[in-house]
Protein backbone atom coordinates (compact mmCIF):
# COMPACT_ATOMS: atom_id res chain seq x y z
CA UNK A 1 0.00 0.00 0.00
CA UNK A 2 0.99 3.47 -0.84
CA UNK A 3 1.66 5.61 1.96
CA UNK A 4 3.61 7.52 3.86
CA UNK A 5 4.36 7.02 7.65
CA UNK A 6 5.31 9.18 10.40
CA UNK A 7 6.36 8.48 13.67
CA UNK A 8 5.88 8.81 16.69
CA UNK A 9 1.97 9.57 16.53
CA UNK A 10 1.79 11.75 19.42
CA UNK A 11 4.60 12.93 21.86
CA UNK A 12 5.31 14.93 25.04
CA UNK A 13 8.42 16.43 25.71
CA UNK A 14 10.26 19.12 27.78
CA UNK A 15 12.01 21.96 26.72
CA UNK A 16 15.70 21.71 25.56
CA UNK A 17 14.98 17.65 25.19
CA UNK A 18 16.52 16.67 21.25
CA UNK A 19 13.78 14.87 19.72
CA UNK A 20 13.23 13.26 16.13
CA UNK A 21 10.28 12.50 14.06
CA UNK A 22 10.94 9.89 11.29
CA UNK A 23 9.04 9.87 8.25
CA UNK A 24 9.11 7.67 5.07
CA UNK A 25 7.60 7.10 2.37
CA UNK A 26 7.08 4.12 -0.27
CA UNK A 27 6.50 5.66 -3.72
CA UNK A 28 9.73 6.84 -4.46
CA UNK A 29 8.85 10.54 -4.69
CA UNK A 30 11.88 12.53 -4.90
CA UNK A 31 9.88 15.52 -3.37
CA UNK A 32 9.27 15.32 0.59
CA UNK A 33 8.25 18.25 3.23
CA UNK A 34 7.01 19.01 6.44
CA UNK A 35 4.81 21.38 7.80
CA UNK A 36 3.39 22.74 11.03
CA UNK A 37 -0.35 22.98 11.80
CA UNK A 38 -1.11 25.78 14.15
CA UNK A 39 -5.09 27.20 15.19
CA UNK A 40 -5.91 29.92 12.54
CA UNK A 41 -2.71 29.53 10.42
CA UNK A 42 -3.42 26.54 8.11
CA UNK A 43 -0.65 24.48 7.23
CA UNK A 44 3.26 26.55 6.51
CA UNK A 45 5.84 24.70 5.63
CA UNK A 46 8.88 24.00 7.91
CA UNK A 47 11.74 22.07 4.94
CA UNK A 48 11.39 20.42 2.19
CA UNK A 49 13.68 18.27 0.15
CA UNK A 50 13.96 17.75 -3.39
CA UNK A 51 16.03 14.83 -3.69
CA UNK A 52 18.58 13.08 -1.67
CA UNK A 53 21.15 15.44 0.08
CA UNK A 54 19.38 18.39 -1.07
CA UNK A 55 17.04 20.23 1.78
CA UNK A 56 16.00 23.81 2.09
CA UNK A 57 14.25 26.43 4.15
CA UNK A 58 10.50 27.14 3.92
CA UNK A 59 8.13 29.61 5.31
CA UNK A 60 9.16 28.76 9.53
CA UNK A 61 12.05 26.66 9.23
CA UNK A 62 13.45 28.16 12.84
CA UNK A 63 14.38 25.62 15.93
CA UNK A 64 14.22 22.76 13.10
CA UNK A 65 16.59 20.88 11.42
CA UNK A 66 16.36 18.33 8.37
CA UNK A 67 18.46 15.58 6.62
CA UNK A 68 17.84 13.34 3.49
CA UNK A 69 20.19 10.77 3.81
CA UNK A 70 18.13 8.18 1.35
CA UNK A 71 15.11 8.71 -0.83
CA UNK A 72 12.81 7.44 1.37
CA UNK A 73 13.41 8.97 4.72
CA UNK A 74 13.28 12.63 5.88
CA UNK A 75 13.38 13.12 9.99
CA UNK A 76 12.34 16.03 11.40
CA UNK A 77 15.03 17.43 14.10
CA UNK A 78 14.26 19.19 16.94
CA UNK A 79 17.98 20.21 18.65
CA UNK A 80 16.23 22.07 21.80
CA UNK A 81 12.28 21.93 21.33
CA UNK A 82 10.91 24.81 23.32
CA UNK A 83 7.21 25.04 23.79
CA UNK A 84 6.07 27.49 20.81
CA UNK A 85 7.07 24.12 18.48
CA UNK A 86 4.08 22.23 20.51
CA UNK A 87 1.90 22.09 17.33
CA UNK A 88 0.32 19.14 14.64
CA UNK A 89 3.53 18.42 12.19
CA UNK A 90 2.63 16.76 8.89
CA UNK A 91 5.33 14.79 6.83
CA UNK A 92 4.30 15.15 2.94
CA UNK A 93 5.52 13.71 -0.44
CA UNK A 94 5.05 14.27 -4.08
CA UNK A 95 6.77 13.32 -7.25
CA UNK A 96 7.53 16.81 -7.62
CA UNK A 97 6.45 19.92 -5.78
CA UNK A 98 4.15 20.84 -8.03
CA UNK A 99 2.69 17.09 -7.88
CA UNK A 100 -0.36 16.11 -5.94
CA UNK A 101 1.18 15.74 -2.15
CA UNK A 102 0.27 12.78 -0.02
CA UNK A 103 0.21 13.34 3.51
CA UNK A 104 1.70 11.54 6.84
CA UNK A 105 -0.93 10.85 9.35
CA UNK A 106 0.41 13.65 11.48
CA UNK A 107 2.76 14.25 14.62
CA UNK A 108 1.12 15.78 17.68
CA UNK A 109 4.08 17.38 19.34
CA UNK A 110 3.69 18.74 22.99
CA UNK A 111 6.78 20.74 24.25
CA UNK A 112 6.12 21.43 27.83
CA UNK B 1 3.70 37.94 0.02
CA UNK B 2 2.05 35.50 -1.54
CA UNK B 3 -1.57 35.19 -0.39
CA UNK B 4 -4.33 32.44 -0.43
CA UNK B 5 -7.55 33.53 0.81
CA UNK B 6 -10.34 30.82 1.14
CA UNK B 7 -13.80 31.21 2.34
CA UNK B 8 -16.15 31.25 4.08
CA UNK B 9 -13.70 30.39 7.48
CA UNK B 10 -16.91 28.31 8.89
CA UNK B 11 -19.71 26.34 7.27
CA UNK B 12 -22.64 24.73 8.98
CA UNK B 13 -25.16 23.03 6.65
CA UNK B 14 -27.81 20.44 7.06
CA UNK B 15 -27.05 16.86 5.37
CA UNK B 16 -28.34 16.68 1.81
CA UNK B 17 -27.80 20.48 1.09
CA UNK B 18 -25.03 21.62 -1.66
CA UNK B 19 -22.15 24.14 -1.09
CA UNK B 20 -19.52 26.15 -2.65
CA UNK B 21 -15.93 26.91 -0.95
CA UNK B 22 -13.61 29.31 -2.48
CA UNK B 23 -10.41 29.67 -2.90
CA UNK B 24 -8.53 33.39 -3.86
CA UNK B 25 -4.84 33.84 -4.75
CA UNK B 26 -2.95 36.60 -5.41
CA UNK B 27 -0.75 35.51 -8.07
CA UNK B 28 -0.46 32.96 -11.53
CA UNK B 29 -0.52 29.70 -9.90
CA UNK B 30 1.39 26.96 -11.79
CA UNK B 31 -0.69 24.64 -9.55
CA UNK B 32 -3.68 24.40 -7.54
CA UNK B 33 -4.74 21.69 -5.02
CA UNK B 34 -7.42 21.09 -2.75
CA UNK B 35 -7.41 19.33 0.58
CA UNK B 36 -9.64 17.25 2.85
CA UNK B 37 -8.63 17.10 6.49
CA UNK B 38 -10.67 14.57 7.94
CA UNK B 39 -12.33 15.09 12.25
CA UNK B 40 -9.34 12.86 12.92
CA UNK B 41 -6.69 14.85 11.48
CA UNK B 42 -5.92 13.02 8.38
CA UNK B 43 -4.89 15.19 5.00
CA UNK B 44 -6.43 14.06 1.71
CA UNK B 45 -5.80 15.40 -1.62
CA UNK B 46 -8.92 15.89 -3.26
CA UNK B 47 -7.68 17.69 -6.49
CA UNK B 48 -5.14 18.85 -8.44
CA UNK B 49 -6.49 21.41 -10.30
CA UNK B 50 -4.33 24.67 -11.88
CA UNK B 51 -7.09 25.44 -14.46
CA UNK B 52 -10.52 23.98 -15.38
CA UNK B 53 -12.78 21.98 -14.02
CA UNK B 54 -12.65 18.40 -12.04
CA UNK B 55 -15.40 16.18 -11.01
CA UNK B 56 -15.05 13.15 -8.63
CA UNK B 57 -18.28 11.94 -7.23
CA UNK B 58 -20.00 14.03 -5.34
CA UNK B 59 -17.41 16.52 -5.33
CA UNK B 60 -15.98 18.80 -7.92
CA UNK B 61 -13.36 21.55 -8.61
CA UNK B 62 -12.93 24.52 -10.91
CA UNK B 63 -10.14 26.82 -11.14
CA UNK B 64 -9.87 30.12 -13.47
CA UNK B 65 -6.28 31.11 -13.25
CA UNK B 66 -7.08 34.18 -15.53
CA UNK B 67 -9.55 35.31 -12.72
CA UNK B 68 -7.24 33.75 -9.67
CA UNK B 69 -9.70 31.46 -7.92
CA UNK B 70 -10.97 28.29 -7.61
CA UNK B 71 -14.47 26.53 -6.31
CA UNK B 72 -14.63 23.59 -5.17
CA UNK B 73 -18.38 22.22 -4.72
CA UNK B 74 -19.79 19.58 -2.70
CA UNK B 75 -23.45 18.40 -3.66
CA UNK B 76 -25.94 16.16 -1.56
CA UNK B 77 -23.26 16.89 1.78
CA UNK B 78 -23.33 13.90 3.74
CA UNK B 79 -21.70 13.87 7.56
CA UNK B 80 -18.58 12.36 6.56
CA UNK B 81 -18.01 15.40 4.48
CA UNK B 82 -17.10 17.24 7.70
CA UNK B 83 -13.65 18.50 8.21
CA UNK B 84 -11.62 21.30 7.20
CA UNK B 85 -10.87 22.09 3.32
CA UNK B 86 -7.58 23.89 2.58
CA UNK B 87 -6.79 25.11 -1.31
CA UNK B 88 -2.40 25.43 -1.71
CA UNK B 89 -0.82 26.90 -4.49
CA UNK B 90 2.46 26.89 -6.51
CA UNK B 91 3.40 30.09 -7.73
CA UNK B 92 6.49 28.92 -9.67
CA UNK B 93 8.07 25.84 -9.94
CA UNK B 94 9.76 24.04 -7.52
CA UNK B 95 8.61 26.61 -4.78
CA UNK B 96 6.37 25.46 -1.88
CA UNK B 97 2.62 24.90 -1.87
CA UNK B 98 1.16 28.17 0.40
CA UNK B 99 -2.33 27.05 2.17
CA UNK B 100 -4.94 29.06 2.77
CA UNK B 101 -6.38 28.71 5.94
CA UNK B 102 -9.28 26.62 5.18
CA UNK B 103 -12.63 26.38 5.52
CA UNK B 104 -14.23 24.60 8.36
CA UNK B 105 -17.23 22.55 7.20
CA UNK B 106 -19.78 20.99 9.95
CA UNK B 107 -22.79 18.52 7.93
CA UNK B 108 -25.36 17.70 10.74
CA UNK B 109 -27.84 15.40 10.28
Known amino acids: EAQVTQNPRYLITVTGKKLTVTCSQNMNHEYMSWYRQDPGLGLRQIYYSMNVEVTDKGDVPEGYKVSRKEKRNFPLILESPSPNQTSLYFC???????????FGPGTRLTVL | GIQVEQSPPDLILQEGANSTLRCNFS?????LQWFHQNPWGQLINLFY???GTKQNGRLSATTVATERYSLLYISSSQTTDSGVYFCAAEYSGNTPLVFGKGTRLSVIA
Open chain 2, 27 to 31: DSVNN
Open chain 1, 92 to 102: ASSFSPSGTQY
Open chain 2, 49 to 51: IPS
